[in-house]
Each structure stands twice: as C-alpha cells, then as structure tokens.
C-alpha cells in the first residue's frame, strides 16, 4: 500500500549543482504533481502533468524542470540549484477525473532539500 | 485569482476538548471543493476532510465536521474530542475544477497543539 513514494528522503547540495527528484505512485491515477512548501507558508505548486505525456507550470516553475516519464513516475530537476529552493518537495497525485474523489490530491512524505 | 486565508497562526485546546479551526477564501467561481489537510511532525500531508461546494450538507468523518457557509465564502473545521495525535498544522485548500487542472490553492495553515 505504498501510494506516492518520492526519493531521496532528504538531500544536501551545493549552489549550481544539479539533481532530480523522482516521484512514483501505484494508484493508477492520470494526474500527478510537485508543490514545495516553505516555512509558514502552504504548498506552493510548482509543476503538474495532467496526464501521461503533458507537463504544465504551476505557481512557482523557474529553476524546474520536469518529465512525465510513464503514467506511474514524474521527476522534477533542478539544473543549477540556488539557496532560494531550500525547501521540502512534495509529489502528489489525483485520480483526474470530474468528481471530488478523483480530484483530491495525494501526497508523498516529502523530500528536504538544502541548497548551500 | 483565489485566495484562501486561515486568521489563526496558532491554537491550543486541551485534550477531550472542542476546537474550531477558520478559513475563509475568496473565488468568483461557483463549482469548486475544499479540503482540510493536517500535516504532523512527521511533515506527510494527510487528508482530513472534503466538501463540494454545491452541496449544502456539511461533511463529517469520525470527530471532524465542518461549517460551509457559502455565501460567505468559510470553510471551518471543527475537531471533537481532541486527542494529543491531531497535534499538527492544518491547511485548508481550494480546488476550482471549473479552472485549469491542478488548481489547489492552500492557505498559510494552522499549528494546533492538544495539551494533556
């Protein structure tokens, strides 16, 4: 029952070192995402695919990129880290579809990263 | 563009007790719904509750119910019977699935400590 499972776990980089954040879930849903959340602030998203094949920006994407490799993986890359994505990454994932089930969001544990 | 403000940085409330939680938002749309998600130490997002905004039922599941005044855009949660394991931040969220996808909008969240 694993639902969204996000590695690393926590991750300490370098300013302009690059790294990718993998992201798979085992629901079969269409949608998935990735917000970061910083201190005293909600979730911010950051990119979501709305299905397999198609990415869009969400509110905060500069300095991101990512792929939606197959229905069950969506990775986020950092090319050149900077101090300012200090953050937790979080990836969910919605069913998609119209109703209120398959448009609620669920998260991984997170993923902390430092940008030193 | 929406928004979704809780007016409470923080809360206490002693065990076996009642606490309300607030949220207010602000949106044009008329078909959305709203979540509450509590985050614990342990930093997983966990969905607590939901509610469609075209249903005038308030939602309930176990000891959380909330209060959806729609006319004037509220969304609180209310937690009966407080254990010390709903210690956590809760964050109220917006979905417009009337908008593009992946519109969960969250507010800035509520710490809420349960003392024994």
């Known amino acids: 029952n694993a639902g969204v499972t996000q590695t690393p776990k926590f991750q300490v980089l370098k300013t302009g070192q690059s790294m990718t954040l993998q992201c798979a879930q085992d629901m079969n849903h269409n949608s998935m995402y990735w917000y970061r959340q910083d201190p005293g602030m909600g979730l911010r998203l950051i990119y979501y695919?709305?299905?397999?094949?198609?990415?869009d920006k969400g509110e905060v994407p500069n300095g991101y990129n990512v792929s939606r490799l197959n229905k069950r993986e969506f990775s986020l890359r950092l090319e050149s880290a900077a101090p300012s994505q200090t953050s937790v990454y979080f990836c969910?994932?919605?069913?998609?579809?119209?109703?209120?089930?398959?448009?609620?969001?669920?998260f991984g544990e997170g993923s902390w990263l430092t940008v030193v | 563009a929406q928004t979704v403000t809780q007016s409470q940085p923080e809360m206490s409330v002693q065990e076996a007790e009642t606490v309300t939680l607030s949220c207010t938002y602000d949106t044009s749309e008329s078909n959305y719904y709203l979540f509450w998600y509590k985050q614990p130490p342990s930093r997983q997002m966990i969905l607590v509750i939901r509610q469609e905004a075209y249903k005038q039922q308030n939602a309930t599941e176990n000891r959380f119910s909330v209060n959806f005044q729609k006319a004037a855009k509220s969304f609180s949660l209310k937690i009966s019977d407080s254990q010390l394991g709903d210690t956590a931040m809760y964050f109220c969220?917006?979905?417009?699935?009337?908008?593009?996808?992946?519109?969960?909008?969250f507010g800035k969240g509520t710490k809420l400590s349960v003392k024994p």
């Open positions: 969220a917006f979905f417009n699935y009337g908008g593009s996808q992946g519109n969960l909008i």
């Open positions: 695919s709305a299905s397999e094949g198609t990415t």
């Open positions: 969910a994932s919605s069913e998609g579809t119209g109703s209120i089930s398959g448009n609620t969001i669920y």
